[in-house]
């Protein structure tokens, strides 16, 4: 333990006395560190941060009953077209005046791309973990050399996101609507085809209707006239009949039973009756003249459509037959349209949509809370650190070669044991002086 000890002291003791040499190496690195902290290129970094967007800069939009996009779901789109590798390389490309420090030779543009997309650009969200409405943010960090204008291109290429976010949302209400209105001209085509086919289907019924009322009324009208033309060869055989009768009885005009029964007594007194018969008297009672004259006036008739009311009637209906109006109406209709069922809403829907304003140029989908300022200092090198580190390597440095040299020393004393204690410490004395 004691002999431990001592070397040990002998150590620090041999450390010490080479103290000049420590310092030197130290004095050395420090100065290397500052000459690489005042050399070395400077990098910079730049932020931005988007936040969700106002409830009411949205309302419009979402209020279209078209399209739905909450503010969180509008970051998130954003923050989409942030991280995408085709948006990054679409600004790269539309903007190669401030990406020429990335532009080496014998690099194609997607190299270049590839070395800007992994190096330089990061994109920051908040920690799942920590589900708070205020936490709900996109953190954009760009690094870049001193020959770059870092803040240009992050400010630049937030603004470029948004707006082909705002371009794409606007698309897709395009399409949306546009398809909604194909949807909703296929229903009203629809009513219409159906009401065409109604309409056609209820003109055929009421032609239908008027052809088979046609018929019946002109079969009504056949069978009635053959009626009263039997009637009236009927009634020429009862004339017939009662024309010879009444030749026989040689009745001439028009008598009755009891005038007959009178004319046949004698004697001159006035006598008055009166005959109350509810049977009727036979036709021959008429006389010749009357029952030949009625006759004479039935075989000289050509029609007998006027003794029978119904025929009228019946030429009425069919002269109303001849036109439809309610077909005739239905078919002169101008703007059809004004008769389909079921269409207002329809209508009213076309409407509405054809009045949006799917313009989405001022549509706000995010906030900036923070743009991209000028930094006010590189954040590598760290100076500071660079020479403390400097300072500390070249101390260990000038220590571990004092310690070498002290080890080479021993070996020597330990390889020469004839050499004397006074000797050996004249020569360290002699290596300790300071050189020159």
Not at 46 to 66: F, G, K, T
Not at 254 to 275: H, L, N, Y
Not at 365 to 373: E, G
Request: some cysteine; charged content about 30%.
């Amino acid at each position: 333990m004691v002999s431990d000890e001592i070397d040990l002291f002998d150590l620090f003791h041999s450390i010490w006395r080479q103290k000049k040499l420590v310092i030197g190496c130290t004095l050395f690195a420090g100065l290397v560190g500052v000459g690489y902290a005042l050399l070395a290129p400077r990098e910079y970094q730049v932020s931005s941060v988007l936040r969700p967007a106002a409830i009411n800069e949205l309302d419009a939009l979402n209020r279209s009953e078209v399209y739905k996009l909450p503010p969180a779901d509008a970051l998130a789109k954003v923050g989409a077209q942030l991280d995408s590798y085709d948006a990054r390389l679409s600004f790269f490309k539309a903007n190669p005046a401030l990406f020429q420090a990335f532009q080496e030779p014998g690099r194609s543009l997607e190299q270049s791309f590839e070395a800007f997309n992994r190096n330089s650009i990061k994109l920051i969200l908040p920690d799942p973990k920590k589900a708070d409405s205020l936490s709900s943010y996109i953190r954009l960090e760009l690094q870049y050399p001193t020959d770059m204008d870092g803040v240009a291109i992050l400010n630049g290429f937030v603004d470029y996101a948004i707006a082909a976010e705002r371009e794409q949302v606007g698309a897709d209400l395009k399409v949306i609507v546009n398809n909604r209105l194909t949807e909703l001209k296929g229903k009203i085509d629809a009513a219409r085809a159906n009401y065409e086919t109604d309409k056609e289907s209820k003109i055929a019924k009421l032609l239908e209707g008027d052809k088979l009322k046609r018929a019946q009324l002109e079969d009504e009208l056949s069978a009635l006239r053959l009626q009263m033309k039997m009637q009236r060869s009927n009634r020429l055989a009862e004339l017939n009949e009662a024309i010879s009768i009444a030749k026989s009885m040689g009745i001439k005009n028009p008598t009755t039973p009891s005038s007959m029964a009178d004319a046949g007594r004698s004697g001159s007194s006035q006598v008055m009756r009166t005959e109350v018969n509810n049977q009727q008297i036979p036709l021959y009672f008429l006389g010749t003249e009357a029952l030949e004259a009625e006759r004479t006036a039935l075989q000289q008739r050509t029609s007998d459509d006027f003794t029978n009311s119904r025929v009228a009637e019946i030429g009425k209906e069919l002269q109303l037959l001849e036109v439809n109006r309610q077909v005739e109406v239905m078919k002169r209709r101008g703007n059809e349209d004004i008769f389909l069922q079921d269409v207002e809403p329809l209508r009213a829907e076309v409407a509405r949509l054809r009045s949006l304003n799917i313009d989405m140029s001022a549509l706000k989908l995010v906030t900036i809370d923070r743009r991209a300022q000028e930094p006010l200092s590189p954040i590598k090198p760290k100076k500071v650190l660079v020479v403390a580190l400097s300072l500390v390597a070249g101390l260990l440095l000038g220590m571990f070669i004092a310690l070498v040299r002290h080890l080479i020393l021993t070996r020597r004393t330990v390889g020469y044991p004839a050499l004397d204690d006074d000797r050996f410490t004249r020569r360290e004395r002699k290596d300790d002086q300071p050189l020159g």
